[in-house]
């Protein structure tokens, strides 16, 4: 009798295992498919790298780079400046001012004495590309400062990643 009710148990015992079988595996299910959803994962981006040690116009402070990505950026150019030693900063060739657009859209200038001029623009717009203030506005009533693309610099390797 002993042995029958030790049986029924173990049943028991296996029955309420198999009930909760579809709710574990529907959980296991759910977290999967949602962890794809998370807030923290990065947005997918368009990266390029740059070996600077290539560039010889990257050698000096204040040197700077023009170039096209393909479709990055609306495949409008960049513009690379070596800031410090080790310190790149890059952002969109682009006018950010809501100026008429041209046949081209309204491009910077080459970076001077550590300033910006959209040549194009009406109202001369210049910013600053010392890395302070890098971006800001300094004169010509621009609407908004330089868009930067996103950047980062391996020392090790020479490489500068853009993140577009």
Do not use: H, W
């Not at 950026?73 to 030693?85: A, L, Q, R, V, Y």
């Not at 950010?96 to 717009?125: D, F, R, V």
Request: glycine share 6%; proline share 7%; with cysteine.
């Amino acid at each position: 009798m002993e042995k029958e009710l030790l049986n029924v148990n173990q049943r028991r015992i296996v029955l309420k295992a198999l009930g909760l079988f579809p709710l574990a595996t529907g959980s296991i299910l759910l977290n999967a498919s949602l962890s794809g959803c998370s807030s923290t994962s990065e947005p997918s981006s368009n990266a390029v790298d740059l070996k600077v040690t290539d560039e010889s116009a990257l050698n000096n402070v204040d040197g700077f780079l023009r170039r096209t990505y393909g479709s990055n950026n609306n495949g409008d150019p960049i513009i690379i400046i070596k800031t410090f030693e080790g310190v790149y900063r890059c952002i969109s060739a682009s006018c950010p001012k809501n100026c008429e657009k041209k046949p081209k859209a309204p491009e910077l200038g080459n970076p001077i004495s550590k300033q910006i001029i959209c040549e194009t623009c009406p109202m001369k717009a210049t910013y600053s590309t010392d890395d302070t203030s890098f971006g800001n506005v300094i004169s010509g009533q621009p609407s908004q400062t330089l868009r930067e693309i996103p950047s980062s610099y391996n020392p090790t390797t020479g490489i500068l990643t853009l993140k577009f």
